[in-house]
């Protein structure tokens, strides 16, 4: 790491909070794009988890977390889901986490705080959702995910928080280049022993798949168990899980939301229309298209030997962050039409010529190179904002409040999931198929609606989004614990 993005060197420029102080007499409104965006991934997240909690049922359905159908209902959501939902709601997830890195130390210098301050509040911060984690996966869900997005938090904070925009996106396209060549290697390696190793190879393979992708064991370790059994059982399962979702999952998108927040993608999406369009577009369309292989794997139409049901995992991961972030930018165009904010115009400038373009490309980057590491996270200036038509009402209060208080839902999710399925609560999860769990997951979802806009009405926060205020910021900042 070259010294210019050393943590030590942010608390000697105080450029950094002179530079976020000139933006405020132009701050815009706040946009509701990220929570309604928070909000509804939380509806994908419902439904993406909850057939992790449906023991019972013997046998798997490939590299999923799906229970073998039992109707044509069940075949059709769990098609849907492998194209829309599987490795697509958790790419979302990290994605609108990094974004949400980049608001909280952007937010905390506007109120003048110190560069190095508000790394070590950060840390704080991903230090106890760790905490949170574990405890979530031991006490309620196993397949938590906000370990394995602390973990990376805390790596990526140190190594490349501060470094320039190219560099992200340098390391963006390196672990993209990775993923996509294990995608490429799976499926050739795949066709490979199937048109042109010898018969007894397959066999072989075929006769020890019996368990290695089945998920039926884990579901029946998590939540058939008496309650102090499972909660050791979780909490094993997650301690082995959390790092290698940490190292192979989470870094790309997370990466990806830090670029988007410096630009100001979704805090400001009537500047961002034609590319919130075309990320939007492009993005879901990759992320179906490369879906679809393994969702006709699922419903029997494209035949892969079951011990080769790896075989499009690497694809529809890739697929997946590129829809995930395809959801984000869809969410935000969704969200300025539901504020009812318009376009702002931007007068195109005759386009210079060849020498011209990489002459003002040049100027760019060395204005952006001589910007400290504590500026360069912080990214754009605010711009001014077109004001809103009206106050959010109804739906759209609805869902930026569940965005707002997007930690408790996603707990609360668990909170009420767990203790209907699992055997040592209501034990329901045996007598529910695929697409009934996803009407329970859905309607968990749909009553976190009312309630986070109850807590809005009366200025509540959410209780887990309060615990990890009284965490994070410890002496720092009195302000922001109350």
Same mark, same amino acid.
């Given at each position: 790491?070259? @010294? ?7 608390? #000697?420029?105080?450029?950094? =909070?002179?530079?976020?102080? *000139? ?58 889901? #492998? ?14 986490? !990094?974004?949400?890195?980049? $608001?909280? &130390? ?60 190219? #560099? ?13 060549? &294990? ?22 393979? $075929? $006769?020890?798949? #019996? ?12 939540? /058939? $168990? ?8 979780? *909490? ?23 670029? !988007? ?31 679809? =292989? ?37 969410? !935000?165009?969704?969200?300025? %039409? ?25 100027? %760019? ?12 996270? &912080? ?53 529910? @198929? ?17 309630? /986070? ?30």
């Amino acid at each position: 790491m070259s @010294s210019s993005a050393a943590p030590s060197s942010d608390h #000697t420029s105080p450029s950094a =909070p002179a530079r976020a102080g *000139a933006a405020r007499p132009h701050a815009a409104p706040r946009s509701l794009a990220p929570d309604i965006a928070r909000g509804l991934m939380l509806a994908l997240i419902a439904i993406a988890n909850v057939s992790w909690f449906l023991w019972g049922h013997e046998g798997g359905v490939g590299m999923t977390p799906h229970v073998p159908a039992l109707g044509p209902a069940d075949s059709v959501v769990q098609f849907v889901m #492998t194209v829309a939902v599987d490795h697509r709601a958790m790419p979302l997830f990290a994605f609108l986490f !990094g974004y949400g890195m980049v $608001q909280f &130390y952007r937010s905390r210098i506007d109120r003048g705080m110190e560069p190095r301050i508000v790394r070590l509040m950060m840390r704080r911060r991903h230090w106890s959702m760790l905490l949170l984690g574990f405890l979530h996966a031991a006490l309620l869900f196993y397949g938590d995910i906000l370990g394995a997005y602390a973990v990376a938090a805390l790596l990526g904070v140190w190594l490349l928080f501060g470094r320039r925009t190219r #560099t992200l996106i340098i390391w963006a396209s390196v672990i993209g280049g990775v993923m996509v060549s &294990y995608a490429v290697f799976s499926i050739v390696g795949a066709l490979g022993i199937m048109f042109f190793a010898p018969p007894e190879v397959l066999i072989d393979m $075929q $006769q020890g798949a #019996t368990t290695p992708f089945a998920n039926d064991w884990l579901r029946d370790l998590a939540y /058939a $168990q008496p309650y102090l059994v499972s909660m050791l059982t979780r *909490a094993v399962m997650w301690a082995i899980s959390t790092v290698p979702a940490a190292a192979f999952g989470a870094p790309l998108p997370i990466l990806l939301g830090w670029i !988007g927040a410096r630009a100001r993608l979704l805090d400001e999406p009537w500047r961002h229309t034609r590319t919130l369009r075309r990320l939007a577009v492009s993005g879901i369309a990759i992320g179906w298209l490369t879906g679809l =292989p393994e969702a006709l794997v699922i419903i029997g139409v494209l035949p892969v030997p079951e011990a080769l049901s790896w075989t499009f995992l690497g694809l529809t991961s890739v697929g997946g962050i590129c829809c995930g972030i395809g959801y984000a930018a869809a969410f !935000g165009l969704l969200a300025m %039409r539901l504020e009812k904010r318009p376009t702002v115009e931007v007068t195109p400038e005759a386009a210079p010529d060849k020498a011209q373009r990489r002459a003002v490309r040049a100027e %760019r980057a060395a204005a952006h190179a001589a910007l400290s590491p504590a500026e360069r996270a &912080y990214g754009a200036l605010a711009a001014e904002a077109p004001s809103t038509a009206a106050a959010p009402t109804g739906l759209v209060r609805a869902l930026s409040a569940v965005g707002q208080r997007s930690l408790t839902f996603y707990l609360f999710q668990s909170l009420l999931l767990a203790p209907l399925l699992a055997a040592w609560g209501l034990g329901l999860a045996p007598h529910l @198929s695929t697409a009934s769990a996803v009407a329970v997951a859905l309607g968990v979802w749909l009553l976190s609606l009312p309630l /986070a806009a109850w807590m809005d009405s009366r200025g509540l926060r959410g209780p887990a989004e309060v615990l990890l205020r009284r965490m994070t910021y410890g002496k720092h900042d009195p302000r922001g614990r109350s």
